[in-house]
């Protein structure tokens, strides 16, 4: 035949094209097109010639008789060759001839390519040499049915496995379980697309130690022929397992700036910290701190105190169970890597733990939680020079002991926590002592008097930025009269509770000069601008930069008029619950907030009836951020719709309707159920403006005391009444009234239009008076003068036998004992 059989154009499968066949002495039995497209000759002219007459010139024959003798000698010869070209012109071809042994004799079949082909084949021969050779790239070879045809020494080295072990096995074999199922899908999915893919993190078994694993980035792509035919799929394969571990710790530690220190609570961070060691780093952990830096008392430099372990977790199953030891103490032996480390202060690595650890008693709590563990950590919690705990880190699970990399991470976690420690140790600190700065001025009881039943209720801050500024009283006022008062400063901590103290005492001053609502609050607005000017000067900045400001409500309450009037400062409204259960909000002008300065305030006055609930509270009762304001207050008027009830269990009630189990701000509440007192116990008479006004005031005053079964004070209380007349008969004008008030005290009160007033002073030996009212100050338990828009009042008030009495006070203010 003429022309190669397109089965014959690559007989052995050879890289370069099918030229010619032989025989064996070098005369053309076949030509090729190829042939035909590189020299010129088309098969006719060609077939039955010598290859060596017809396209060897004379000077190259010596190769080419060279190359036909080792044909003969090894049966295959390759290299380049010129050959004439029909045109005249040699063309320089890349030859391989190979023995081919048919039914007919030896042949000789001749393949080739221009040189240039040639040696671009040739070099990408030595590139995959290369990649087999010398390259640290990992090179896998797959055949169609899923098997490994080749790797190169790389995969020897990343693997442990000869590479002739490795011949044969199915794809995936060298690959954990899970691993190796997606990646025998990836070679099916190349073969049959044809496409490329790239993927990473695929886990490989290592042959010394099948349990431990590498980590490879994977390139695929398919192996084909000219006609496109998939002959395999290649695989170039990269360890990028250091890689992958610092992504790994960089990761913890992006996760761990994110997580660790979001709160000031020492057992909350140390939990935090637990919860990012494991499992990302350890297979078990706990975090022990000292005693002191929980209760966030001032730390020494020098270790002393208990240790208690406040955070413990371990993952089991993969699942991580984080467990609250609250605060259960641990005992660490001398010799323990843990009191090594709280004694010296450097960090301990054990990367494999001698059997006989475990067994030792004195190893309290240095114990592992699982005997199964094999390697450990301990890093102190250092910070600001200050050594305030330990994490112990154990792995049990994980095969792979802990490695330098390992405590460098696990320095650095602990480095942060530690100081996010301190700082809630210094938080809990500076709370613990705003909360005993705010508990010493609040009231510690409230007093006894007639108006009101009264349940007051204090709730510190549990969670947030700290201790509010709220407070309440309940003071008890002349004429039988109580004043109750919320309060909320601006800010928290101690600053807060010290202005709140200051505000609380100035109310205390103001409601002993039984002002009205609206002029206290006016003073104390007052007192606010200038504590605020006084830190102004005292850190000269100006005042914009300072939030001094707070909101007030204050009521006062007559039981005998059953009148109340109120007035507040940019505070909540009290809530009204009258008798038969009907509870709303009181429609209050809110009134400016203390501090502002320059705007007035408005009184409320209304009537209510006995048995009527005032309540009372600041914003943190309805400014939870999980309760809407509106929302609030419904629910507290839901909650204060049975009157008769306890008023420590209407309190209990309010508190279980609004606030969480930690409010993040504090809460003062005071609840107060009214009184009547019984017109039977109040008299009052006119008296007219003269000298026998006095005589007429004690016989008033003896029957009616006769009446009330107060004989016993029928002689202080003429003395009384006849002194406080006659002061008004000498220096007063227009009409005066005597009354008598039987409550808890006895009240005798004299009222005229003056407003005069008296001024108790020490008269000398010479003089013929002055020393009325220095009698009456020494009779009675307390006494005072109150203002009105028609005069003045001079009260006294004495002591009932077998009654609780509040302390003497003078006209400049009370004297509470506790």
Not at 330 to 344: G, K
Not at 538 to 566: G, M
Not at 671 to 682: E, G, H, I, K
Not at 719 to 730: C, K, Q
């Amino acid at each position: 035949m003429s022309e190669l059989s397109r089965s014959e154009e690559d007989p052995l499968g050879l890289h370069l094209a099918a030229l010619a066949v032989l025989d064996d002495e070098g005369t053309v039995v076949g030509w090729s097109r190829k042939a035909q497209e590189l020299i010129g000759y088309p098969g006719r002219a060609m077939t039955g010639r010598s290859v060596f007459e017809a396209l060897i010139d004379p000077a190259d024959l010596p190769v080419a008789r060279e190359a036909a003798s080792r044909c003969r000698s090894v049966g295959f010869w390759f290299g380049v060759l010129p050959v004439r070209h029909k045109n005249g012109h040699q063309v320089d071809l890349g030859l391989k001839i190979t023995a081919l042994t048919r039914d007919r004799g030896r042949e000789w079949v001749l393949a080739g390519a221009l040189a240039e082909d040639v040696l671009e084949w040739q070099r990408d021969r030595a590139v995959l040499e290369g990649l087999y050779r010398r390259c640290p790239i990992g090179l896998v070879v797959h055949s169609p049915d899923m098997r490994i045809l080749r790797v190169n020494r790389a995969i020897e080295r990343f693997t442990g496995v000869p590479a002739a072990d490795l011949l044969g096995l199915p794809s995936g074999a060298l690959l954990v379980a899970e691993d190796a199922r997606k990646a025998v899908d990836r070679v099916r999915q190349v073969i049959s697309t044809g496409r490329a893919l790239v993927y990473s993190e695929q886990y490989v078994r290592l042959e010394e130690d099948p349990a431990r694993v590498r980590v490879a980035l994977v390139s695929s792509f398919p192996m084909a022929d000219s006609a496109g035919r998939i002959l395999g799929v290649a695989e170039m394969i990269e360890d990028i397992t250091e890689r992958h571990r610092a992504q790994q710790r960089l990761a913890v530690l992006a996760e761990a700036s994110t997580h660790i220190g979001t709160t000031l609570d020492v057992g909350q961070t140390a939990r935090q910290l637990a919860e990012v060691v494991v499992p990302h780093l350890a297979d078990h952990a706990s975090v022990d701190v000292l005693q002191s830096a929980v209760r966030g008392e001032e730390m020494a430099h020098a270790l002393a105190g208990p240790v208690v372990r406040v955070a413990d977790s371990s993952d089991g199953d993969g699942q991580p169970a984080l467990r609250d030891p609250k605060g259960e103490p641990v005992e660490f032996a001398p010799d323990t890597p843990q009191a090594r480390c709280l004694a010296e202060g450097r960090p301990m690595l054990e990367p494999v733990l001698p059997p006989a650890w475990f067994s030792t008693e004195p190893f309290r709590g240095a114990r592992a939680p699982d005997p199964g563990a094999h390697s450990l950590i301990v890093v102190p919690l250092a910070a600001r020079g200050l050594v305030l705990g330990v994490m112990s880190l154990w792995r049990s699970r994980r095969p792979d002991p802990f490695a330098a990399d390992d405590l460098t991470l696990a320095q650095e976690l602990a480095s942060r926590a530690a100081l996010a420690i301190d700082n809630a140790r210094r938080f809990t600190q500076q709370q613990q002592t705003a909360y005993t700065l705010q508990s010493s001025l609040l009231p510690t009881a409230v007093p006894q008097q007639s108006a009101v039943e009264v349940a007051p209720r204090y709730l510190p801050a549990g969670a947030g930025p700290g201790l509010g500024g709220d407070w309440f009283d309940v003071i008890a006022l002349s004429g039988a009269r109580v004043a109750l008062v919320v309060g909320d400063v601006v800010g928290r901590g101690v600053h807060a509770a010290a202005t709140m103290g200051r505000l609380r005492t100035a109310v205390h001053t103001l409601a002993n000069l039984d002002l009205e609502p609206d002029e206290v609050l006016s003073r104390l607005d007052d007192l606010v601008n200038l504590l605020a000017a006084e830190q102004e000067a005292a850190e000269q900045r100006p005042v914009a930069e300072h939030i001094l400001s707070a909101t007030c409500l204050y009521a006062v309450y007559d039981p005998i008029s059953r009148r109340c009037s109120v007035a507040r400062a940019g505070h909540p409204p009290p809530v009204v619950t009258d008798p038969d259960g009907r509870a709303s909000v009181l429609d209050l002008p809110a009134g400016p907030p203390l501090g502002l300065g320059g705007l007035p305030f408005e009184a409320r006055e209304l009537e209510l009836a006995e048995g009527s609930l005032l309540t009372l509270y600041t914003n943190g009762l309805i400014g939870e951020r999980s309760i809407d304001p509106d929302d609030g207050l419904a629910r507290l008027c839901a909650a204060l719709t049975r009157p008769a009830d306890p008023l420590q269990q209407i309190c209990q009630a309010v508190v279980d309707a609004l606030v969480p189990a930690r409010p993040a701000d504090d809460i003062a509440l005071v609840v107060a159920r009214t009184r009547v007192l019984p017109a039977q116990n109040v008299a009052s008479w006119e008296l007219p403006l003269e000298a026998a006004a006095a005589a007429r005031a004690r016989t008033l005053v003896t029957d009616k005391l006769t009446e009330w079964g107060l004989e016993d004070l029928a002689f202080t209380t003429e003395l009384i009444a006849s002194e406080l007349v006659t002061n008004a008969f000498r220096y007063a004008r227009g009409p005066m009234t005597l009354r008598l008030l039987h409550a808890r005290s006895l009240v005798c009160e004299v009222s005229d239009a003056s407003h005069t007033s008296p001024h108790l002073r020490r008269a000398r030996t010479t003089d013929e008076g002055g020393r009325g009212l220095f009698l009456v100050a020494q009779l009675a338990e307390r006494w005072g003068t109150r203002y009105s828009r028609e005069g003045k009042t001079v009260w006294t008030e004495q002591g009932l036998a077998g009654a609780p009495q509040s302390a003497p006070r003078g006209p400049g203010g009370p004297f509470r004992h506790r």
